[in-house]
Protein backbone atom coordinates (compact mmCIF):
# COMPACT_ATOMS: atom_id res chain seq x y z
CA UNK A 1 0.00 0.00 0.00
CA UNK A 2 1.46 3.28 -1.00
CA UNK A 3 1.75 5.84 1.57
CA UNK A 4 0.49 9.74 0.82
CA UNK A 5 1.36 12.72 2.22
CA UNK A 6 -1.21 15.05 3.14
CA UNK A 7 0.23 17.51 0.39
CA UNK A 8 0.00 14.86 -2.12
CA UNK A 9 -3.17 13.55 -0.87
CA UNK A 10 -5.11 17.70 -1.19
CA UNK A 11 -3.17 19.06 -4.25
CA UNK A 12 -5.47 20.79 -6.05
CA UNK A 13 -5.82 19.50 -9.92
CA UNK A 14 -4.66 22.91 -11.99
CA UNK A 15 -5.12 21.28 -15.28
CA UNK A 16 -6.40 18.00 -16.92
CA UNK A 17 -3.30 17.12 -18.50
CA UNK A 18 -2.19 16.36 -14.65
CA UNK A 19 -4.21 13.01 -14.63
CA UNK A 20 -4.03 12.20 -18.49
CA UNK A 21 -1.25 9.87 -17.70
CA UNK A 22 -3.00 8.34 -14.81
CA UNK A 23 -6.03 7.59 -16.88
CA UNK A 24 -4.73 6.16 -20.05
CA UNK A 25 -2.87 3.35 -17.23
CA UNK A 26 -5.61 2.55 -15.74
CA UNK A 27 -7.31 2.19 -18.62
CA UNK A 28 -5.78 -1.04 -19.37
CA UNK A 29 -6.84 -2.62 -16.11
CA UNK A 30 -8.55 -5.74 -16.21
CA UNK A 31 -11.01 -4.56 -13.70
CA UNK A 32 -12.43 -1.50 -15.63
CA UNK A 33 -16.10 -2.20 -15.31
CA UNK A 34 -18.31 -2.34 -18.50
CA UNK A 35 -21.55 -1.24 -17.30
CA UNK A 36 -20.94 0.42 -13.81
CA UNK A 37 -20.20 4.20 -13.07
CA UNK A 38 -16.35 3.95 -11.65
CA UNK A 39 -13.82 7.05 -11.00
CA UNK A 40 -12.15 8.86 -14.57
CA UNK A 41 -8.97 8.16 -12.38
CA UNK A 42 -7.95 8.00 -8.80
CA UNK A 43 -10.76 7.25 -6.23
CA UNK A 44 -14.56 7.04 -6.71
CA UNK A 45 -16.51 7.22 -3.15
CA UNK A 46 -19.94 8.32 -1.97
CA UNK A 47 -22.66 8.83 -5.03
CA UNK A 48 -23.81 12.60 -4.46
CA UNK A 49 -26.39 14.92 -6.79
CA UNK A 50 -28.82 12.10 -8.08
CA UNK A 51 -31.63 13.00 -9.33
CA UNK A 52 -33.90 13.43 -12.21
CA UNK A 53 -33.81 16.55 -14.16
CA UNK A 54 -35.58 17.77 -17.20
CA UNK A 55 -35.34 14.10 -18.70
CA UNK A 56 -32.14 13.31 -17.87
CA UNK A 57 -30.51 11.89 -14.82
CA UNK A 58 -27.46 13.37 -13.37
CA UNK A 59 -25.17 11.90 -11.12
CA UNK A 60 -21.90 12.73 -9.06
CA UNK A 61 -19.43 10.76 -6.97
CA UNK A 62 -16.90 12.03 -4.34
CA UNK A 63 -13.80 11.86 -6.52
CA UNK A 64 -10.34 12.12 -5.98
CA UNK A 65 -8.44 12.67 -8.54
CA UNK A 66 -4.98 11.31 -8.20
CA UNK A 67 -5.06 7.72 -6.61
CA UNK A 68 -7.11 5.33 -4.61
CA UNK A 69 -6.65 7.57 -1.36
CA UNK A 70 -9.24 9.50 0.51
CA UNK A 71 -7.97 13.47 0.28
CA UNK A 72 -9.24 15.82 -1.72
CA UNK A 73 -12.83 15.36 -2.92
CA UNK A 74 -14.45 16.86 -6.10
CA UNK A 75 -17.65 16.14 -7.15
CA UNK A 76 -17.21 14.05 -10.40
CA UNK A 77 -20.95 14.46 -12.73
CA UNK A 78 -21.81 11.65 -14.96
CA UNK A 79 -25.57 11.90 -17.01
CA UNK A 80 -27.23 9.31 -18.33
CA UNK A 81 -30.96 8.58 -20.26
CA UNK A 82 -32.02 6.02 -18.78
CA UNK A 83 -29.81 4.91 -15.40
CA UNK A 84 -28.40 2.32 -17.77
CA UNK A 85 -26.18 4.13 -20.11
CA UNK A 86 -24.17 6.58 -18.12
CA UNK A 87 -21.32 9.29 -19.87
CA UNK A 88 -18.76 11.68 -18.29
CA UNK A 89 -19.49 15.05 -17.70
CA UNK A 90 -16.80 16.18 -16.40
CA UNK A 91 -16.04 17.80 -12.88
CA UNK A 92 -18.87 18.60 -10.75
CA UNK A 93 -17.95 20.68 -8.17
CA UNK A 94 -13.91 21.82 -7.27
CA UNK A 95 -12.95 23.01 -3.48
CA UNK A 96 -12.14 26.07 -4.71
CA UNK A 97 -13.25 28.94 -2.26
CA UNK A 98 -12.78 29.63 1.06
CA UNK A 99 -15.99 27.20 2.18
CA UNK A 100 -14.54 24.34 0.95
CA UNK A 101 -10.98 24.84 0.66
CA UNK A 102 -10.22 20.90 1.43
CA UNK A 103 -13.07 19.44 -0.06
CA UNK A 104 -16.14 19.53 -1.90
CA UNK A 105 -18.10 16.46 0.33
CA UNK A 106 -21.19 14.67 -0.01
CA UNK A 107 -24.92 15.68 -0.88
CA UNK A 108 -27.85 16.07 -2.77
CA UNK A 109 -29.86 17.22 -5.71
CA UNK A 110 -33.47 18.18 -6.55
CA UNK A 111 -34.59 19.65 -9.24
CA UNK A 112 -36.63 22.72 -9.00
CA UNK A 113 -38.57 24.93 -12.37
CA UNK A 114 -36.20 24.82 -14.57
CA UNK A 115 -33.12 24.45 -11.90
CA UNK A 116 -31.49 21.74 -10.94
CA UNK A 117 -30.17 22.72 -7.41
CA UNK A 118 -26.52 20.66 -5.62
CA UNK A 119 -26.53 21.12 -1.89
CA UNK A 120 -22.87 19.71 -0.35
CA UNK A 121 -20.69 20.42 2.26
CA UNK A 122 -18.37 22.52 2.30
CA UNK A 123 -15.13 21.47 3.86
CA UNK A 124 -13.10 23.99 5.77
CA UNK A 125 -10.60 23.54 7.05
CA UNK A 126 -7.61 25.96 8.76
CA UNK A 127 -3.99 25.80 9.24
CA UNK A 128 -3.98 23.97 12.20
CA UNK A 129 -6.53 21.68 10.73
CA UNK A 130 -9.38 22.22 12.51
CA UNK A 131 -12.45 21.48 10.27
CA UNK A 132 -15.33 23.86 9.97
CA UNK A 133 -18.43 22.30 7.84
CA UNK A 134 -20.68 24.50 5.41
CA UNK A 135 -23.64 23.67 3.89
CA UNK A 136 -23.64 24.86 0.37
CA UNK A 137 -25.58 25.30 -2.98
CA UNK A 138 -24.91 25.24 -6.56
CA UNK A 139 -27.08 25.61 -9.78
CA UNK A 140 -26.30 23.51 -12.37
CA UNK A 141 -25.32 26.09 -15.82
CA UNK A 142 -26.20 26.10 -19.31
CA UNK A 143 -22.90 24.11 -20.06
CA UNK A 144 -23.82 21.27 -18.08
CA UNK A 145 -21.68 22.55 -15.04
CA UNK A 146 -22.95 23.65 -11.90
CA UNK A 147 -21.91 27.29 -10.33
CA UNK A 148 -22.25 27.69 -7.06
CA UNK A 149 -23.28 30.26 -4.89
CA UNK A 150 -20.64 32.32 -3.51
CA UNK A 151 -21.87 31.90 0.55
CA UNK A 152 -22.95 29.20 2.37
CA UNK A 153 -26.70 28.59 3.42
CA UNK A 154 -25.99 28.17 6.72
CA UNK A 155 -22.26 26.97 8.56
CA UNK A 156 -21.99 24.57 11.50
CA UNK A 157 -23.72 24.47 15.19
CA UNK A 158 -21.41 24.59 17.87
CA UNK A 159 -23.90 22.17 19.97
CA UNK A 160 -22.43 19.65 18.02
CA UNK A 161 -19.19 17.89 16.90
CA UNK A 162 -17.31 18.77 13.95
CA UNK A 163 -19.18 16.29 11.88
CA UNK A 164 -21.83 17.95 10.38
CA UNK A 165 -22.09 17.07 6.48
CA UNK A 166 -24.14 15.29 3.82
CA UNK A 167 -27.37 17.49 3.28
CA UNK A 168 -30.18 15.91 1.71
CA UNK A 169 -33.19 18.14 0.89
CA UNK A 170 -36.51 17.50 0.95
CA UNK A 171 -39.58 19.34 0.11
CA UNK A 172 -43.04 18.90 2.23
CA UNK A 173 -46.06 19.14 0.86
CA UNK A 174 -47.75 19.72 4.14
CA UNK A 175 -45.91 22.26 5.77
CA UNK A 176 -44.89 24.04 2.55
CA UNK A 177 -41.30 24.16 3.49
CA UNK A 178 -37.97 22.66 2.36
CA UNK A 179 -35.92 20.25 5.15
CA UNK A 180 -32.47 19.84 5.24
CA UNK A 181 -31.17 16.62 7.16
CA UNK A 182 -27.64 16.65 7.93
CA UNK A 183 -25.33 13.84 9.35
CA UNK A 184 -24.27 14.79 12.34
CA UNK A 185 -22.56 13.34 15.59
CA UNK A 186 -23.48 15.18 19.07
CA UNK A 187 -20.64 16.39 21.63
CA UNK A 188 -20.86 12.99 23.39
CA UNK A 189 -19.94 11.35 20.02
CA UNK A 190 -23.35 9.93 19.57
CA UNK A 191 -24.62 9.44 15.56
CA UNK A 192 -27.64 12.07 14.97
CA UNK A 193 -29.52 13.88 12.49
CA UNK A 194 -29.64 17.82 12.33
CA UNK A 195 -32.75 19.77 10.48
CA UNK A 196 -33.50 22.60 9.08
CA UNK A 197 -35.72 24.36 7.49
CA UNK A 198 -36.97 27.19 5.24
CA UNK A 199 -39.65 28.34 2.77
CA UNK A 200 -37.63 28.78 -0.26
CA UNK A 201 -34.75 26.80 -1.73
CA UNK A 202 -32.01 29.44 -1.80
CA UNK A 203 -31.99 31.55 1.22
CA UNK A 204 -33.73 31.79 4.88
CA UNK A 205 -32.29 28.65 6.08
CA UNK A 206 -33.00 28.46 9.99
CA UNK A 207 -32.16 25.19 12.53
CA UNK A 208 -35.24 23.39 13.35
CA UNK A 209 -34.16 20.75 15.89
CA UNK A 210 -32.24 17.83 16.27
CA UNK A 211 -33.63 14.90 14.52
CA UNK A 212 -35.76 12.57 17.50
CA UNK A 213 -35.51 8.94 16.38
CA UNK A 214 -37.09 6.36 19.38
CA UNK A 215 -34.73 4.14 20.44
CA UNK A 216 -31.76 5.14 18.52
CA UNK A 217 -30.36 7.59 20.79
CA UNK A 218 -26.94 5.90 21.19
CA UNK A 219 -26.68 3.92 17.77
CA UNK A 220 -23.88 4.39 16.40
CA UNK A 221 -21.28 7.81 16.85
CA UNK A 222 -22.02 9.51 13.68
CA UNK A 223 -24.93 8.68 11.24
CA UNK A 224 -23.24 10.11 7.09
CA UNK A 225 -25.17 10.54 4.29
CA UNK A 226 -29.05 10.38 5.94
CA UNK A 227 -31.32 10.27 3.33
CA UNK A 228 -35.58 9.94 3.31
CA UNK A 229 -38.10 9.38 1.15
CA UNK A 230 -41.41 8.88 1.40
CA UNK A 231 -42.47 5.38 -0.34
CA UNK A 232 -46.22 4.43 -1.09
CA UNK A 233 -47.13 6.32 2.21
CA UNK A 234 -44.40 5.27 4.40
CA UNK A 235 -41.36 7.58 5.27
CA UNK A 236 -38.18 5.70 5.01
CA UNK A 237 -34.91 6.79 6.53
CA UNK A 238 -31.94 5.80 5.21
CA UNK A 239 -28.54 6.02 6.78
CA UNK A 240 -25.17 4.77 7.03
CA UNK A 241 -23.93 4.88 11.03
CA UNK A 242 -20.01 4.63 12.17
CA UNK A 243 -17.98 3.84 14.63
CA UNK A 244 -20.16 0.98 16.15
CA UNK A 245 -20.02 -2.81 15.06
CA UNK A 246 -24.15 -4.68 14.38
CA UNK A 247 -25.05 -8.28 15.11
CA UNK A 248 -23.99 -10.41 12.10
CA UNK A 249 -21.82 -8.14 10.32
CA UNK A 250 -18.46 -9.40 11.60
CA UNK A 251 -16.18 -6.54 12.52
CA UNK A 252 -17.18 -4.11 10.41
CA UNK A 253 -17.51 -0.55 11.76
CA UNK A 254 -19.60 0.78 9.06
CA UNK A 255 -23.04 0.01 8.02
CA UNK A 256 -26.14 0.94 5.86
CA UNK A 257 -29.59 0.86 7.46
CA UNK A 258 -32.90 1.70 6.84
CA UNK A 259 -35.70 1.94 9.47
CA UNK A 260 -39.58 2.23 7.85
CA UNK A 261 -42.28 4.36 9.58
CA UNK A 262 -43.44 7.97 9.99
CA UNK A 263 -41.79 11.31 9.79
CA UNK A 264 -43.37 13.91 11.98
CA UNK A 265 -42.69 17.33 10.82
CA UNK A 266 -44.30 18.94 14.07
CA UNK A 267 -42.16 17.25 16.41
CA UNK A 268 -39.29 16.25 14.48
CA UNK A 269 -39.36 12.58 14.69
CA UNK A 270 -39.15 9.96 12.81
CA UNK A 271 -41.14 6.97 14.39
CA UNK A 272 -39.80 3.44 13.37
CA UNK A 273 -42.44 0.68 12.68
CA UNK A 274 -40.06 -1.95 12.79
CA UNK A 275 -36.48 -2.83 13.52
CA UNK A 276 -33.74 -1.67 11.40
CA UNK A 277 -32.33 -3.77 8.55
CA UNK A 278 -29.61 -3.21 6.74
CA UNK A 279 -29.76 -2.16 3.48
CA UNK A 280 -27.32 -4.18 1.77
CA UNK A 281 -25.69 -8.14 3.51
CA UNK A 282 -22.77 -7.18 1.35
CA UNK A 283 -18.95 -6.79 2.20
CA UNK A 284 -18.93 -3.20 0.25
CA UNK A 285 -21.94 -1.41 0.28
CA UNK A 286 -22.02 2.44 1.48
CA UNK A 287 -23.93 5.81 1.51
CA UNK A 288 -26.68 5.15 -0.24
CA UNK A 289 -28.69 7.23 -1.77
CA UNK A 290 -31.55 7.97 -3.93
CA UNK A 291 -32.49 9.85 -6.96
CA UNK A 292 -34.70 13.20 -6.19
CA UNK A 293 -37.63 14.26 -8.16
CA UNK A 294 -38.62 10.88 -9.72
CA UNK A 295 -42.05 11.76 -9.50
CA UNK A 296 -43.22 7.85 -8.50
CA UNK A 297 -44.30 7.79 -5.00
CA UNK A 298 -44.69 4.37 -5.43
CA UNK A 299 -40.39 3.80 -5.86
CA UNK A 300 -37.40 4.98 -5.05
CA UNK A 301 -33.86 4.97 -7.45
CA UNK A 302 -31.31 3.76 -4.95
CA UNK A 303 -27.28 3.62 -5.61
CA UNK A 304 -24.44 3.42 -3.54
CA UNK A 305 -20.87 3.35 -3.23
CA UNK A 306 -19.52 -0.40 -3.66
CA UNK A 307 -16.86 0.25 -0.70
CA UNK A 308 -16.56 0.96 2.86
CA UNK A 309 -14.25 3.90 4.30
CA UNK A 310 -11.39 2.75 5.67
CA UNK A 311 -11.11 -0.46 3.63
CA UNK A 312 -8.51 -0.68 1.10
CA UNK A 313 -8.81 -2.57 -2.37
CA UNK A 314 -6.34 -4.75 -4.84
CA UNK A 315 -6.81 -1.66 -7.40
CA UNK A 316 -5.29 0.46 -5.13
CA UNK A 317 -1.45 -0.91 -6.93
CA UNK A 318 -3.04 0.75 -9.96
CA UNK A 319 -3.95 4.20 -8.37
CA UNK A 320 -7.93 3.86 -8.58
CA UNK A 321 -10.34 2.29 -7.06
CA UNK A 322 -14.16 2.25 -6.10
CA UNK A 323 -17.59 1.75 -8.21
CA UNK A 324 -21.00 2.84 -7.67
CA UNK A 325 -23.52 0.27 -7.32
CA UNK A 326 -26.57 -0.40 -10.05
CA UNK A 327 -29.05 1.65 -9.46
CA UNK A 328 -32.05 -0.30 -8.10
CA UNK A 329 -35.79 -0.07 -7.50
CA UNK A 330 -37.19 0.17 -4.37
CA UNK A 331 -40.74 -0.96 -2.99
CA UNK A 332 -42.34 -1.88 -0.07
CA UNK A 333 -43.33 -5.15 0.00
CA UNK A 334 -44.33 -6.65 3.42
CA UNK A 335 -43.13 -4.09 5.57
CA UNK A 336 -39.73 -4.25 4.22
CA UNK A 337 -37.93 -2.66 1.59
CA UNK A 338 -37.59 -4.57 -1.63
CA UNK A 339 -34.77 -3.65 -4.33
CA UNK A 340 -34.79 -5.00 -8.13
CA UNK A 341 -32.18 -4.24 -10.93
CA UNK A 342 -33.51 -1.96 -13.25
CA UNK A 343 -35.88 -3.76 -16.10
CA UNK A 344 -33.98 -1.60 -18.56
CA UNK A 345 -30.33 -3.73 -17.84
CA UNK A 346 -32.24 -6.35 -19.56
CA UNK A 347 -31.22 -4.51 -22.53
CA UNK A 348 -27.51 -4.90 -21.85
CA UNK A 349 -27.67 -8.63 -22.52
CA UNK A 350 -25.47 -10.22 -25.13
CA UNK A 351 -26.41 -13.53 -26.42
CA UNK A 352 -27.19 -16.16 -24.07
CA UNK A 353 -25.07 -18.54 -23.34
CA UNK A 354 -24.87 -22.18 -22.73
CA UNK A 355 -23.52 -22.66 -19.08
CA UNK A 356 -20.33 -24.44 -19.16
CA UNK A 357 -18.77 -23.82 -16.08
CA UNK A 358 -16.68 -20.23 -17.17
CA UNK A 359 -17.57 -17.33 -16.29
CA UNK A 360 -17.12 -13.91 -18.69
CA UNK A 361 -15.72 -10.88 -17.00
CA UNK A 362 -19.01 -9.03 -17.40
CA UNK A 363 -22.24 -11.14 -17.14
CA UNK A 364 -25.63 -11.62 -15.55
CA UNK A 365 -26.23 -15.12 -14.14
CA UNK A 366 -29.71 -16.30 -12.94
CA UNK A 367 -30.07 -19.20 -10.57
CA UNK A 368 -33.36 -21.12 -9.90
CA UNK A 369 -32.33 -22.41 -6.34
CA UNK A 370 -33.21 -26.33 -5.66
CA UNK A 371 -35.11 -27.26 -2.91
CA UNK A 372 -32.97 -27.70 0.50
CA UNK A 373 -29.52 -26.50 0.73
CA UNK A 374 -26.94 -25.41 -1.99
CA UNK A 375 -24.04 -24.40 -2.30
CA UNK A 376 -22.93 -21.88 -5.68
CA UNK A 377 -19.46 -20.48 -6.07
CA UNK A 378 -17.98 -17.74 -8.11
CA UNK A 379 -14.65 -17.52 -9.36
CA UNK A 380 -13.41 -20.83 -8.43
CA UNK A 381 -10.38 -22.80 -10.51
CA UNK A 382 -11.31 -24.98 -13.65
CA UNK A 383 -11.88 -28.12 -10.56
CA UNK A 384 -14.49 -25.53 -8.70
CA UNK A 385 -12.32 -24.82 -5.79
CA UNK A 386 -11.55 -21.99 -4.14
CA UNK A 387 -13.90 -18.58 -5.02
CA UNK A 388 -16.79 -16.34 -3.40
CA UNK A 389 -18.96 -19.71 -2.17
CA UNK A 390 -22.32 -18.77 -1.35
CA UNK A 391 -24.02 -21.75 0.87
CA UNK A 392 -27.77 -21.65 1.54
CA UNK A 393 -29.35 -23.27 4.84
CA UNK A 394 -32.64 -24.06 4.52
CA UNK A 395 -33.13 -24.84 7.74
CA UNK A 396 -32.10 -21.32 9.17
CA UNK A 397 -32.64 -19.75 5.51
CA UNK A 398 -29.53 -17.79 5.28
CA UNK A 399 -27.12 -17.35 2.69
CA UNK A 400 -24.11 -17.38 3.75
CA UNK A 401 -21.44 -15.56 1.75
CA UNK A 402 -17.40 -16.89 1.80
CA UNK A 403 -14.66 -14.83 0.35
CA UNK A 404 -12.29 -16.61 2.32
CA UNK A 405 -11.06 -18.54 -1.10
CA UNK A 406 -10.34 -15.98 -3.67
CA UNK A 407 -6.77 -15.73 -4.79
CA UNK A 408 -6.57 -11.88 -3.98
CA UNK A 409 -7.60 -11.52 -0.31
CA UNK A 410 -8.46 -8.20 1.24
CA UNK A 411 -9.87 -6.70 3.98
CA UNK A 412 -9.37 -9.88 6.09
CA UNK A 413 -9.72 -8.06 9.18
CA UNK A 414 -12.72 -6.54 8.78
CA UNK A 415 -14.42 -10.13 8.09
CA UNK A 416 -14.13 -12.32 4.85
CA UNK A 417 -17.35 -14.34 5.23
CA UNK A 418 -21.18 -12.93 6.25
CA UNK A 419 -24.32 -14.04 6.20
CA UNK A 420 -27.91 -12.93 4.32
CA UNK A 421 -30.45 -13.91 6.00
CA UNK A 422 -34.01 -14.47 4.18
CA UNK A 423 -37.75 -14.74 5.33
CA UNK A 424 -38.68 -16.78 2.54
CA UNK A 425 -36.90 -20.03 1.19
CA UNK A 426 -34.60 -19.27 -0.89
CA UNK A 427 -35.97 -19.83 -4.81
CA UNK A 428 -33.60 -17.37 -7.33
CA UNK A 429 -30.73 -15.22 -7.70
CA UNK A 430 -29.79 -12.82 -9.54
CA UNK A 431 -26.11 -12.00 -10.08
CA UNK A 432 -24.51 -9.23 -12.04
CA UNK A 433 -20.84 -9.47 -12.08
CA UNK A 434 -18.46 -6.92 -13.55
CA UNK A 435 -15.08 -7.44 -13.62
CA UNK A 436 -14.46 -6.43 -10.06
CA UNK A 437 -17.79 -6.19 -8.52
CA UNK A 438 -20.67 -8.68 -7.89
CA UNK A 439 -24.61 -7.82 -6.91
CA UNK A 440 -26.67 -10.47 -5.91
CA UNK A 441 -30.45 -10.28 -5.75
CA UNK A 442 -32.09 -12.69 -3.87
CA UNK A 443 -35.77 -13.79 -4.09
CA UNK A 444 -36.66 -10.88 -5.98
CA UNK A 445 -34.83 -8.49 -4.64
CA UNK A 446 -36.03 -9.48 -0.83
CA UNK A 447 -32.10 -9.37 0.35
CA UNK A 448 -28.81 -8.15 -1.46
CA UNK A 449 -25.61 -8.78 -1.04
CA UNK A 450 -23.44 -6.54 -3.18
CA UNK A 451 -19.05 -7.05 -2.59
CA UNK A 452 -15.90 -6.43 -4.67
CA UNK A 453 -13.86 -9.34 -6.24
CA UNK A 454 -10.71 -8.90 -8.04
CA UNK A 455 -10.51 -12.88 -9.33
CA UNK A 456 -6.91 -13.51 -11.27
CA UNK A 457 -6.92 -15.10 -14.84
CA UNK A 458 -7.51 -18.72 -13.76
CA UNK A 459 -10.24 -18.04 -11.37
CA UNK A 460 -13.34 -17.57 -14.42
CA UNK A 461 -15.50 -20.39 -13.21
CA UNK A 462 -18.52 -21.00 -11.15
CA UNK A 463 -19.43 -24.09 -9.77
CA UNK A 464 -23.30 -25.10 -8.95
CA UNK A 465 -24.65 -28.30 -8.44
CA UNK A 466 -25.83 -30.47 -11.43
CA UNK A 467 -29.23 -30.53 -12.42
CA UNK A 468 -29.22 -26.93 -11.35
CA UNK A 469 -30.82 -24.44 -13.53
CA UNK A 470 -28.71 -21.45 -14.43
CA UNK A 471 -28.83 -18.74 -17.39
CA UNK A 472 -26.19 -16.65 -18.68
CA UNK A 473 -25.73 -13.67 -20.57
CA UNK A 474 -22.64 -11.50 -21.50
CA UNK A 475 -23.29 -8.40 -20.33
CA UNK A 476 -22.52 -5.58 -22.95
CA UNK A 477 -20.72 -2.34 -22.02
CA UNK A 478 -23.16 1.12 -21.20
CA UNK A 479 -20.69 3.31 -19.29
CA UNK A 480 -18.55 5.37 -21.66
CA UNK A 481 -14.95 5.73 -19.13
CA UNK A 482 -14.21 9.21 -22.02
CA UNK A 483 -11.55 11.57 -20.54
CA UNK A 484 -13.82 14.12 -19.39
CA UNK A 485 -12.28 16.85 -16.57
C1 LIG B 1 -19.08 9.09 3.60
C2 LIG B 1 -18.33 10.40 3.78
C3 LIG B 1 -19.30 11.56 3.94
C4 LIG B 1 -18.46 12.74 3.48
C5 LIG B 1 -17.69 12.12 2.35
C6 LIG B 1 -16.30 12.67 2.15
O1 LIG B 1 -18.31 8.14 2.96
O2 LIG B 1 -17.44 10.34 4.86
O3 LIG B 1 -19.81 11.71 5.24
O4 LIG B 1 -19.24 13.82 3.07
O5 LIG B 1 -17.60 10.74 2.63
O6 LIG B 1 -15.72 12.10 1.02
Known amino acids: MREWTRDERYRVLKSPEEIRELYDRIQASAYRQRYHVQPVTGLSSDPNGFALHRGTWHLCYQWCPWGAVHGLKYWYHVTSPDLVHWENAGIGLKPDCFYDNRGTHSGSAISHGDELVFFYTGNHRDEDWTRTPYTCAAVLGPDNRPVKLPEPLFGPRDDHSEHQRDPKVVWNEAK?????????????????????????????????????VPGYESFGGMWECPYIVNISGKDVLIFSPQYTKLPGRAESTNHNVYLIGRMDYDTLTFIPEGPYRHLDYGFDFYAAQGAASIGDPDKAILIAWIGLPDNHYPTEEEDWEGSLSLPRELRIVDGKLRQTPLAALEGL????????????????????????????????????????????????????VDRTGLDRRFNEKVGEVLDMPLEAPLRALRIFIDRCSVEIFANDGEATFTTHAYPTEREFHYAAPEGVKLRLWPMNASVTDKFVI
Do not use: H, M, N
Not at 351 to 375: I, K, M, N, Y
Open 349 to 400: RGAELVPDGTLPAACELDVAAPDGDFELALFTKADGAGGLRLKYDSARKVCT
Open 176 to 212: RKYYIFIGAQTLDLRGCVLIYESEELLRGWRFAGELK
